[in-house]
């Protein structure tokens, strides 16, 4: 099994319908991410969480909201999505950036969106 | 001005080329730096971590320069295989992402 799971890996929606993209890790780290891609522009960092109870926006969190549910959970809502917010998905972890670790991510597999 | 900036490709080499990708960020308080491979739609993976004193793995060299704020990726003797999208990632408080580079190694 994975050690970052997302879901759904593909969905297709219309615009004006609230979203719901899951995480799920078993790496056992605090820190998650979302990041948006889309082709040409890189990783986009949406929100990320450092432990279940801290939340941060990142460079285009404007449309998106999160939730921490647990260590392992993080999820990505769409309240009312747009077809500008056509996109991959990618839910990543990482460990504290200290000795003996790098902080490296960890990604899931991502979660490819689409809004008609 | 984004927090980090690469060289915008693509860049196009026959095997066995050696091949050199620059990245710039721009907050001198960043604390970790990394190179990571992405596959045409799939997730990012990463390829190595970037140290103060420079490292190698085996064909790929990367380097480290804190004074004018940029590391570099070196990749000797290209192989059909290394043809990707690199990334460049550096930790200023969260993980940031370059636009990354497309590389193609043609036969």
């Known amino acids: 099994d994975a050690d970052v799971t997302q879901t759904p890996r593909n969905r297709i929606t219309k615009t004006g319908k609230r979203i719901m993209l899951e995480c799920s890790q078993t790496?056992?780290?605090?820190?998650m991410y979302w990041y948006r891609q889309d082709p040409g522009l890189g990783l986009q960092l949406i929100y990320y969480?450092?432990?279940?109870?801290?939340?941060n926006k990142g460079e285009i969190s404007d449309g998106y909201s999160v939730s921490r549910q647990a260590q392992a959970k993080f999820s990505l809502s769409l309240e009312s999505a747009i077809p500008n917010q056509t996109a991959l998905y990618f839910c990543?972890?990482?460990?504290?950036?200290?000795?003996?670790?790098?902080?490296?991510?960890?990604f899931g597999e991502g979660s490819r969106l689409t809004v008609l | 001005r984004k927090e980090v900036e690469q060289d915008p490709g693509p860049f196009n080499v026959p095997e066995g080329a050696t091949v050199a990708f620059n990245c710039t960020y721009s907050?001198?308080?960043?604390?970790?730096f990394f190179w990571y491979r992405q596959d045409c739609r799939k997730e990012p993976k990463l390829l190595m971590s970037?140290?103060?004193s420079g490292n190698e793995d085996g064909r790929f060299t990367a380097q480290l320069n804190r004074a004018s704020q940029y590391i570099s990726l070196l990749i000797r003797d290209s192989k059909l295989s290394d043809s990707a999208t690199y990334l460049c990632?550096?930790?200023?408080?969260?993980?940031?992402f370059g636009a990354g580079t497309r590389l193609t190694v043609k036969p």
């Open positions: 790496k056992g780290h605090d820190r």
């Open positions: 990543a972890t990482s460990d504290f950036p200290g000795q003996p670790n790098t902080g490296e991510l960890f």
């Open positions: 907050n001198s308080a960043s604390q970790s």
């Open positions: 990632v550096v930790n200023i408080h969260d993980m940031r």
């Open positions: 970037v140290y103060s």
């Open positions: 969480s450092f432990d279940v109870k801290d939340i």
